[in-house]
């Protein structure tokens, strides 16, 4: 069996310069001045986004708008919810368990997989697996494809050449390259009875920590998002890359990594504290006031509160509106902590800041989001 070999793009190609874009953004210091505890709800909510993608791809039916539902309900017990949870715990394993250093081997993809897996029906019914974190011992046939994955008792060695190209140290310019051909390569040797999908498209993920992307500091990224524009688009594109053919597997390099460049560069841009305040939290802030979710003067201290450069305040900071008792200050800022909008970011619970990942305001934020272009239609169609 041959090892996975990398061809070359041409110079002058659009691939060449997509890469060479794609290297710029690798090493580019994030000019995000967005507070940490703001940021990391923003990266909630983009981690929604993909994950809910890659549920909806084969056919979980669940839309952004029930799912945001759902979470503001704390209501999740059917099984596409859990499909959709699995997929949040197998980035919160990927985060915790990534870095530039780490060798992504069968123990930890194996680990993952039996994460997404978790209490669900195994196919052909549902989504879980007859064998969680183990390779397939049976072939199969992917809906709706001419390629046939290899057969079983190859999966070892096919799984091994994987193993081995992810983590080979190939050359900087080659690096894109390995992460565009190995979600094909993935998908083409279907290593699992079920959730090579959703697999193959975490691995894009870790991948991106593992290059250094700043995935986990200071970048919101959604890597698989350009299958998530047009689902019928991927499948046909990995057809095509099926016949390993070098300009075949070159051309799916493009479409991923023109994908991927055009995702960071819109995302990198929701980084800036002035466009989340003005663009994003004041008309999310907006909506919650007309549909009545907050008050007048509600809507008045969270103005106050996203306008301040760290996006956080003390119930003392009430009298900007003229409430000068400590008491009546108190009680107001209780009352936005009861409903969820403010928390506590200190020690002694003094300081507040912003909430709008578990309650009604995710509703408006999704909504603006969508109006800025950042969430596919695909999310919302049945
Ligand atoms: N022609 C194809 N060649 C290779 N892989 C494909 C092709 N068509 C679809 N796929 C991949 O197969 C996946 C479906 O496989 P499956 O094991 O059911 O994954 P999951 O259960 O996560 O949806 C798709 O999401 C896609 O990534
Ligand atoms: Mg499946």
């Known amino acids: 069996m041959k090892d996975i070999e990398i061809p070359d793009p041409s110079w002058g190609s659009e691939l060449a310069g997509v890469i060479l874009d794609l290297e710029k953004l690798r090493t580019k210091r994030l000019g995000g001045d967005v507070p940490p505890h703001i940021f990391f709800q923003l990266k909630d909510i983009f981690h929604i986004l993909e994950t809910l993608g890659s549920a909806r791809i084969e056919g979980n039916n669940t839309t952004l708008s029930e799912y945001v539902e759902k979470i503001i309900e704390e209501n999740v017990n059917d099984e596409n919810n859990d499909e959709i949870k699995n997929l949040e715990k197998a980035i919160d394993f990927i985060e915790e368990n990534t870095d530039e250093e780490t060798i992504l081997n069968r123990a930890y993809i194996s680990e993952i997989h039996k994460i997404i897996t978790k209490d669900l029906t195994q196919p052909p019914h549902g989504e879980g697996s007859k064998n969680p974190g183990e390779l397939r011992t049976h072939n199969v046939k ?111 390099c493009e479409y991923f990594l023109l994908g991927l460049k055009n995702e960071i560069e819109k995302i990198d841009s929701l980084l800036n504290m002035r466009y989340v305040t003005q663009e994003i939290l004041l008309p999310t802030l907006v909506l919650a006031l007309e549909s009545e979710h907050i008050t007048k003067q509600e809507f008045k201290i969270l103005e106050y509160l996203i306008n301040k450069d760290d996006m956080s305040m003390k119930s003392e900071e009430l009298s900007f509106l003229g409430i000068n008792d400590s008491k009546k200050k108190s009680i107001i800022m209780g009352k936005l902590k009861e409903k969820r909008i403010v928390e506590s970011i200190s020690k002694g619970g003094r300081i507040y800041t912003i909430r709008f990942v578990n309650n009604y305001l995710l509703r408006g934020i999704m909504k603006v989001l969508k109006e800025k272009g950042f969430v596919s239609d695909f999310l919302n169609t049945n």
Not at 227 to 239: H, N, Q, V
């Open 142 to 252: 992917i809906k709706s494809s001419g390629h046939t994955p290899p057969e079983h008792f190859l999966l070892q060695e096919h799984f091994e050449r994987f193993i081995d190209f992810i983590n080979f140290a190939h050359k900087e310019q080659y690096q894109l390259l390995m992460v565009a051909i190995a979600h094909h390569r993935f998908e083409f040797i279907h290593p699992f009875d079920n959730g090579n999908g959703r697999m193959g498209r975490l691995l894009n993920y870790a991948f991106l920590i593992k290059l250094g992307f700043q995935v986990k500091t200071g970048r919101l990224i959604n890597p698989s998002s350009v299958f998530y524009t047009d689902r019928d688009k991927y499948y046909e594109m990995l057809s095509k890359a099926d016949s390993l053919d070098d300009n075949d597997i070159l051309e799916w």
